[in-house]
Protein backbone atom coordinates (compact mmCIF):
# COMPACT_ATOMS: atom_id res chain seq x y z
CA UNK A 1 0.00 0.00 0.00
CA UNK A 2 1.04 3.66 -0.67
CA UNK A 3 2.71 4.73 2.10
CA UNK A 4 0.82 7.99 2.82
CA UNK A 5 3.07 9.54 5.24
CA UNK A 6 6.27 9.57 2.57
CA UNK A 7 3.99 10.73 -0.22
CA UNK A 8 2.85 13.73 1.86
CA UNK A 9 6.04 14.44 3.24
CA UNK A 10 7.33 14.24 -0.49
CA UNK A 11 4.69 16.12 -1.42
CA UNK A 12 5.43 19.37 1.24
CA UNK A 13 8.59 18.03 1.75
CA UNK A 14 10.03 22.46 2.32
CA UNK A 15 6.85 23.14 4.93
CA UNK A 16 8.15 19.83 6.79
CA UNK A 17 11.87 20.57 6.65
CA UNK A 18 11.78 23.87 8.17
CA UNK A 19 9.10 22.62 10.49
CA UNK A 20 11.24 20.09 11.55
CA UNK A 21 14.32 22.82 11.65
CA UNK A 22 12.43 25.04 13.96
CA UNK A 23 11.59 21.85 16.26
CA UNK A 24 15.27 20.52 15.95
CA UNK A 25 16.60 24.31 17.27
CA UNK A 26 13.97 24.29 20.55
CA UNK A 27 15.39 20.14 21.10
CA UNK A 28 19.26 21.72 20.49
CA UNK A 29 18.15 24.81 23.88
CA UNK A 30 16.62 21.96 25.66
CA UNK A 31 19.75 19.78 25.35
CA UNK A 32 21.79 22.92 25.99
CA UNK A 33 20.06 23.66 28.96
CA UNK A 34 20.08 19.93 30.65
CA UNK A 35 23.82 20.36 29.76
CA UNK A 36 24.29 23.40 31.68
CA UNK A 37 22.81 22.07 34.62
CA UNK A 38 25.16 18.79 34.46
CA UNK A 39 28.23 22.07 33.96
CA UNK A 40 27.00 22.96 37.43
CA UNK A 41 27.04 19.52 39.04
CA UNK A 42 30.40 18.82 37.45
CA UNK A 43 31.94 22.82 38.64
CA UNK A 44 31.00 21.70 42.23
CA UNK A 45 32.54 18.47 42.01
CA UNK A 46 35.58 19.52 40.10
CA UNK A 47 36.51 22.27 42.99
CA UNK A 48 36.16 19.64 45.50
CA UNK A 49 38.28 17.34 43.51
CA UNK A 50 40.78 20.15 43.10
CA UNK A 51 40.97 20.86 46.79
CA UNK A 52 42.53 17.65 47.39
CA UNK A 53 41.46 17.49 50.61
CA UNK A 54 38.81 14.47 51.95
CA UNK A 55 37.45 16.62 55.37
CA UNK A 56 36.87 20.16 55.24
CA UNK A 57 36.36 21.82 58.96
CA UNK A 58 34.99 25.04 59.12
CA UNK A 59 33.30 27.39 61.72
CA UNK A 60 30.72 25.86 64.01
CA UNK A 61 27.23 25.24 62.72
CA UNK A 62 27.70 26.72 59.36
CA UNK A 63 28.10 25.54 55.79
CA UNK A 64 31.41 26.96 55.22
CA UNK A 65 33.26 27.42 53.02
CA UNK A 66 31.31 27.33 49.97
CA UNK A 67 27.88 27.62 50.47
CA UNK A 68 28.25 30.41 53.64
CA UNK A 69 30.81 32.64 55.28
CA UNK A 70 33.36 30.68 57.41
CA UNK A 71 35.92 32.19 59.96
CA UNK A 72 38.40 30.28 61.48
CA UNK A 73 41.32 31.30 63.75
CA UNK A 74 44.53 30.37 61.82
CA UNK A 75 46.10 28.66 64.13
CA UNK A 76 43.53 26.13 64.40
CA UNK A 77 45.19 24.01 62.07
CA UNK A 78 47.37 22.52 64.49
CA UNK A 79 44.85 21.67 67.16
CA UNK A 80 43.09 19.82 63.83
CA UNK A 81 46.66 18.17 62.31
CA UNK A 82 47.35 16.58 65.93
CA UNK A 83 44.02 14.82 65.60
CA UNK A 84 44.50 10.67 65.38
CA UNK A 85 44.22 10.12 61.38
CA UNK A 86 44.89 13.71 60.12
CA UNK A 87 47.77 13.13 57.64
CA UNK A 88 47.96 16.84 56.56
CA UNK A 89 45.96 20.18 57.82
CA UNK A 90 45.98 23.85 55.92
CA UNK A 91 44.46 26.31 55.82
CA UNK A 92 42.41 28.21 53.12
CA UNK A 93 41.01 31.58 51.98
CA UNK A 94 38.54 31.93 49.33
CA UNK A 95 36.66 34.81 48.37
CA UNK A 96 35.18 36.11 45.51
CA UNK A 97 35.78 39.23 43.52
CA UNK A 98 37.06 40.77 40.43
CA UNK A 99 40.70 40.72 39.45
CA UNK A 100 41.62 43.33 37.47
CA UNK A 101 44.45 43.81 34.59
CA UNK A 102 44.79 47.31 33.56
CA UNK A 103 40.92 48.40 32.64
CA UNK A 104 39.73 45.20 32.40
CA UNK A 105 38.08 43.17 35.42
CA UNK A 106 36.87 39.14 35.69
CA UNK A 107 34.95 37.91 38.09
CA UNK A 108 36.98 35.08 39.97
CA UNK A 109 37.72 33.54 43.03
CA UNK A 110 40.33 34.09 44.52
CA UNK A 111 41.78 31.12 46.45
CA UNK A 112 44.74 31.57 49.66
CA UNK A 113 46.99 28.97 49.99
CA UNK A 114 48.93 27.70 52.89
CA UNK A 115 52.90 27.30 52.21
CA UNK A 116 54.17 24.18 51.57
CA UNK A 117 54.71 21.77 48.84
CA UNK A 118 53.14 21.00 45.76
CA UNK A 119 51.13 17.75 45.48
CA UNK A 120 50.94 17.19 49.28
CA UNK A 121 49.51 20.43 50.69
CA UNK A 122 45.75 20.91 50.11
CA UNK A 123 44.40 23.35 48.39
CA UNK A 124 47.02 23.83 45.98
CA UNK A 125 46.07 23.61 42.23
CA UNK A 126 46.88 20.11 41.30
CA UNK A 127 48.27 20.49 37.74
CA UNK A 128 49.60 23.26 35.19
CA UNK A 129 49.73 23.72 31.76
CA UNK A 130 52.11 26.14 31.73
CA UNK A 131 54.60 28.06 34.20
CA UNK A 132 55.18 27.24 37.98
CA UNK A 133 53.67 26.70 41.00
CA UNK A 134 53.72 29.99 43.68
CA UNK A 135 57.12 29.83 45.01
CA UNK A 136 57.57 32.99 47.02
CA UNK A 137 55.64 34.34 50.53
CA UNK A 138 53.98 37.11 48.38
CA UNK A 139 52.98 38.83 44.98
CA UNK A 140 52.74 35.97 42.40
CA UNK A 141 49.28 34.11 41.38
CA UNK A 142 48.63 31.06 39.52
CA UNK A 143 45.31 31.35 37.24
CA UNK A 144 42.74 29.22 35.28
CA UNK A 145 43.45 29.89 31.91
CA UNK A 146 39.63 30.79 31.69
CA UNK A 147 40.62 34.43 33.12
CA UNK A 148 42.38 35.37 29.87
CA UNK A 149 45.61 36.09 31.59
CA UNK A 150 48.81 34.78 30.21
CA UNK A 151 52.24 34.22 32.09
CA UNK A 152 54.21 37.48 33.07
CA UNK A 153 50.68 39.59 32.99
CA UNK A 154 50.13 41.86 36.55
CA UNK A 155 47.00 41.72 37.99
CA UNK A 156 45.38 43.52 40.72
CA UNK A 157 43.49 42.48 43.34
CA UNK A 158 42.72 44.88 45.75
CA UNK A 159 45.57 47.11 46.65
CA UNK A 160 48.72 44.92 45.29
CA UNK A 161 49.67 43.56 42.39
CA UNK A 162 50.49 39.89 41.16
CA UNK A 163 52.78 38.65 38.51
CA UNK A 164 51.25 35.41 37.16
CA UNK A 165 53.63 32.51 36.91
CA UNK A 166 51.36 29.85 36.03
CA UNK A 167 48.39 28.54 34.43
CA UNK A 168 45.73 25.74 35.10
CA UNK A 169 42.61 24.46 33.77
CA UNK A 170 39.33 23.82 34.72
CA UNK A 171 39.75 25.27 38.10
CA UNK A 172 36.77 26.80 38.99
CA UNK A 173 34.15 27.55 42.11
CA UNK A 174 30.80 26.24 42.22
CA UNK A 175 29.23 28.96 40.07
CA UNK A 176 31.26 29.02 37.07
CA UNK A 177 33.99 31.39 38.20
CA UNK A 178 38.10 30.96 37.33
CA UNK A 179 40.07 30.51 40.26
CA UNK A 180 43.43 32.52 40.92
CA UNK A 181 45.62 31.05 43.33
CA UNK A 182 47.68 33.28 45.89
CA UNK A 183 49.75 33.08 48.96
CA UNK A 184 47.68 32.67 51.98
CA UNK A 185 49.26 35.99 53.98
CA UNK A 186 48.39 37.94 50.87
CA UNK A 187 45.07 36.00 50.66
CA UNK A 188 44.10 37.54 54.44
CA UNK A 189 44.71 40.67 53.91
CA UNK A 190 42.67 40.94 50.59
CA UNK A 191 39.94 39.43 52.58
CA UNK A 192 40.17 40.25 56.05
CA UNK A 193 42.49 43.95 56.39
CA UNK A 194 40.57 47.31 56.51
CA UNK A 195 41.19 50.00 54.15
CA UNK A 196 43.52 52.47 56.21
CA UNK A 197 41.08 54.94 56.94
CA UNK A 198 38.62 52.52 58.00
CA UNK A 199 41.76 51.01 60.25
CA UNK A 200 42.13 54.84 61.63
CA UNK A 201 38.38 55.75 62.03
CA UNK A 202 38.65 52.10 64.15
CA UNK A 203 41.45 53.20 66.24
CA UNK A 204 40.00 56.60 66.42
CA UNK A 205 36.69 54.86 68.68
CA UNK A 206 38.76 52.89 70.23
CA UNK A 207 40.72 55.15 71.66
CA UNK A 208 38.16 57.65 72.62
CA UNK A 209 36.47 54.28 74.40
CA UNK A 210 36.61 54.93 78.85
CA UNK A 211 36.40 50.95 78.55
CA UNK A 212 40.13 51.05 77.49
CA UNK A 213 41.31 54.06 79.37
CA UNK A 214 40.65 52.76 83.09
CA UNK A 215 43.33 52.82 85.88
CA UNK A 216 44.88 48.98 86.05
CA UNK A 217 44.93 47.92 82.63
CA UNK A 218 48.07 49.15 81.30
CA UNK A 219 48.78 47.58 77.83
CA UNK A 220 44.89 46.60 77.24
CA UNK A 221 44.93 49.44 74.42
CA UNK A 222 47.91 48.80 72.55
CA UNK A 223 46.37 45.16 72.35
CA UNK A 224 43.41 45.86 70.97
CA UNK A 225 45.04 48.71 68.60
CA UNK A 226 47.45 45.93 67.53
CA UNK A 227 44.77 43.41 66.93
CA UNK A 228 42.61 45.57 64.63
CA UNK A 229 45.94 45.50 61.89
CA UNK A 230 46.39 42.14 61.54
CA UNK A 231 44.53 39.26 59.82
CA UNK A 232 44.50 36.25 61.47
CA UNK A 233 41.52 34.02 59.78
CA UNK A 234 40.96 31.82 57.40
CA UNK A 235 37.91 30.54 56.20
CA UNK A 236 38.09 26.67 56.12
CA UNK A 237 40.92 24.01 57.49
CA UNK A 238 41.89 21.25 54.10
CA UNK A 239 42.29 17.55 55.93
CA UNK A 240 43.67 14.65 54.34
CA UNK A 241 43.59 11.36 56.10
CA UNK A 242 46.58 9.04 56.76
CA UNK A 243 45.83 5.36 55.08
CA UNK A 244 43.48 2.72 57.45
CA UNK A 245 41.15 5.95 58.82
CA UNK A 246 38.05 6.62 57.57
CA UNK A 247 36.61 10.04 56.85
CA UNK A 248 33.57 9.81 59.39
CA UNK A 249 35.17 8.21 62.11
CA UNK A 250 38.19 11.57 61.86
CA UNK A 251 35.47 13.90 61.35
CA UNK A 252 33.47 12.21 64.30
CA UNK A 253 36.62 13.36 66.21
CA UNK A 254 37.12 16.69 65.43
CA UNK A 255 33.70 17.56 65.95
CA UNK A 256 33.65 15.99 69.55
CA UNK A 257 37.11 17.34 71.04
CA UNK A 258 37.63 20.57 68.70
CA UNK A 259 33.95 21.35 68.24
CA UNK A 260 33.87 22.88 65.23
CA UNK A 261 31.98 21.69 62.29
CA UNK A 262 33.16 19.13 59.41
CA UNK A 263 32.47 17.78 56.03
CA UNK A 264 33.13 14.49 54.58
CA UNK A 265 33.55 14.77 51.01
CA UNK A 266 30.25 13.26 50.39
CA UNK A 267 28.50 15.26 52.86
CA UNK A 268 30.48 18.71 50.89
CA UNK A 269 28.96 17.44 47.99
CA UNK A 270 25.60 17.19 48.93
CA UNK A 271 25.40 20.99 50.09
CA UNK A 272 26.66 22.10 46.60
CA UNK A 273 24.27 20.21 44.78
CA UNK A 274 21.68 20.29 46.93
CA UNK A 275 21.73 24.17 48.49
CA UNK A 276 23.76 26.06 45.82
CA UNK A 277 22.26 24.65 42.86
CA UNK A 278 18.99 24.05 44.19
CA UNK A 279 16.99 26.96 42.82
CA UNK A 280 18.84 26.98 39.68
CA UNK A 281 17.76 23.48 39.11
CA UNK A 282 14.69 24.10 39.43
CA UNK A 283 14.70 26.75 37.09
CA UNK A 284 16.19 25.05 34.46
CA UNK A 285 13.37 22.46 35.17
CA UNK A 286 10.59 24.85 34.44
CA UNK A 287 11.81 26.05 31.09
CA UNK A 288 12.53 22.53 30.33
CA UNK A 289 8.96 21.62 30.82
CA UNK A 290 7.95 25.07 28.43
CA UNK A 291 9.92 24.35 26.32
CA UNK A 292 8.46 20.38 26.57
CA UNK A 293 4.98 21.73 25.80
CA UNK A 294 5.92 24.34 23.13
CA UNK A 295 7.62 21.28 21.27
CA UNK A 296 4.69 19.76 21.77
CA UNK A 297 2.02 22.15 20.54
CA UNK A 298 4.40 23.04 17.37
CA UNK A 299 4.58 19.06 16.35
CA UNK A 300 0.58 18.77 16.84
CA UNK A 301 -0.06 22.15 14.84
CA UNK A 302 1.72 21.12 12.30
CA UNK A 303 0.67 17.51 11.85
CA UNK A 304 -2.91 18.52 12.28
CA UNK A 305 -2.35 21.18 9.36
CA UNK A 306 -0.98 18.67 7.22
CA UNK A 307 -3.35 16.25 7.61
CA UNK A 308 -6.10 18.20 7.09
CA UNK A 309 -4.69 18.99 3.98
CA UNK A 310 -5.08 15.11 3.04
CA UNK A 311 -8.69 14.97 4.06
CA UNK A 312 -10.10 13.32 0.41
CA UNK A 313 -6.79 11.26 0.53
CA UNK A 314 -7.93 9.97 4.06
CA UNK A 315 -11.29 9.38 2.61
CA UNK A 316 -11.00 7.51 -0.54
CA UNK A 317 -8.42 5.19 1.65
CA UNK A 318 -11.22 4.53 4.35
CA UNK A 319 -13.79 4.36 1.08
CA UNK A 320 -11.48 0.94 -0.16
CA UNK A 321 -11.40 -0.29 2.71
CA UNK A 322 -8.20 0.60 4.70
CA UNK A 323 -8.36 -0.07 8.61
CA UNK A 324 -8.32 2.60 11.14
CA UNK A 325 -5.02 1.49 12.90
CA UNK A 326 -3.58 1.55 9.05
CA UNK A 327 -4.87 5.46 8.89
CA UNK A 328 -3.61 6.21 12.16
CA UNK A 329 0.18 4.64 12.03
CA UNK A 330 0.88 6.28 8.79
CA UNK A 331 0.14 10.08 10.67
CA UNK A 332 2.06 8.41 13.53
CA UNK A 333 5.01 8.10 11.22
CA UNK A 334 4.70 11.26 10.14
CA UNK A 335 5.00 12.71 13.62
CA UNK A 336 8.26 10.35 14.11
CA UNK A 337 9.83 11.17 10.51
CA UNK A 338 9.81 15.10 12.14
CA UNK A 339 10.59 14.35 15.66
CA UNK A 340 13.95 12.54 14.19
CA UNK A 341 14.50 15.37 11.70
CA UNK A 342 14.05 17.99 14.68
CA UNK A 343 15.90 15.81 17.30
CA UNK A 344 18.58 15.53 14.73
CA UNK A 345 19.06 19.18 14.29
CA UNK A 346 18.80 19.71 18.02
CA UNK A 347 21.72 17.43 18.70
CA UNK A 348 24.35 19.17 15.97
CA UNK A 349 23.20 22.34 17.01
CA UNK A 350 23.97 22.16 20.47
CA UNK A 351 26.96 20.46 20.19
CA UNK A 352 28.27 23.31 18.22
CA UNK A 353 26.66 25.99 20.04
CA UNK A 354 28.22 24.66 23.75
CA UNK A 355 31.63 25.74 23.93
CA UNK A 356 29.96 29.28 22.90
CA UNK A 357 28.59 29.73 25.77
CA UNK A 358 30.27 31.83 29.30
CA UNK A 359 29.62 28.57 31.61
CA UNK A 360 30.56 25.11 31.63
CA UNK A 361 27.88 23.50 29.38
CA UNK A 362 28.54 19.37 29.84
CA UNK A 363 26.38 17.53 27.41
CA UNK A 364 26.38 14.15 28.36
CA UNK A 365 25.59 10.73 25.82
CA UNK A 366 22.57 9.74 28.79
CA UNK A 367 20.95 12.93 28.23
CA UNK A 368 20.74 12.35 24.32
CA UNK A 369 19.37 9.11 24.27
CA UNK A 370 16.76 10.54 26.85
CA UNK A 371 15.87 13.20 24.91
CA UNK A 372 15.25 11.21 21.60
CA UNK A 373 13.15 9.43 23.07
CA UNK A 374 11.03 12.30 25.29
CA UNK A 375 11.21 13.80 21.92
CA UNK A 376 9.52 10.52 19.93
CA UNK A 377 6.77 9.90 22.97
CA UNK A 378 5.69 14.22 22.59
CA UNK A 379 5.34 13.49 18.78
CA UNK A 380 3.24 10.39 19.68
CA UNK A 381 1.04 12.58 21.82
CA UNK A 382 0.84 15.33 19.81
CA UNK A 383 -0.44 13.36 16.74
CA UNK A 384 -3.36 12.03 18.66
CA UNK A 385 -4.98 15.13 17.27
CA UNK A 386 -4.90 14.53 14.21
CA UNK A 387 -5.67 10.84 14.04
CA UNK A 388 -8.96 11.74 16.21
CA UNK A 389 -9.91 14.02 13.18
CA UNK A 390 -8.35 11.96 10.75
CA UNK A 391 -10.84 8.72 12.18
CA UNK A 392 -14.26 10.86 12.08
CA UNK A 393 -13.27 11.83 7.99
CA UNK A 394 -16.70 10.39 6.08
CA UNK A 395 -15.73 8.06 3.03
CA UNK A 396 -18.64 10.16 1.26
CA UNK A 397 -16.05 12.55 1.29
CA UNK A 398 -14.16 10.88 -1.70
CA UNK A 399 -17.12 11.34 -4.06
CA UNK A 400 -18.19 14.69 -3.07
Same mark, same amino acid.
Given at each position: ?155 ? $? #? @?????? *?????? !?????? +??? %? ?72 ? $? #? @?????? *?????? !?????? +??? %? ?123
Amino acid at each position: MISLAGRDILHAWGKFVFTGIGLGLLIGVTLVMAGVYRGMVDDGKALLDNSGADLWVVQKDTLGPYAEPSSLPDDAYRAVLAMPGVAQAANVTYLTMQARKGSHDIRSMVVGIAPGEFGTTPGWPPYLVAGRQITRGHYEAVADAATGFRLGDSIA $I #R @RNHYTV *VGLTRR !MVSSSG +DPM %IFIPLKDAQEAQFLKDNDAIWQSRRRTTANPAFNRPGTPGLLDAVLASQSTNTFVNAVLVTLQPGHTPEDVAAS $I #R @RWKRLT *VYTRAQ !MEAILI +DKL %IATSAKQIAMFLMILAIVSAAIVAFIIYSLTMDKIREIAVLKLIGTRNRTIASMIVQQALALGVIGFVVGKIAATFSAPLFPKYVLLVPSDSIAGFFAVLAICILASIVAIRMALKVDPAEAIG
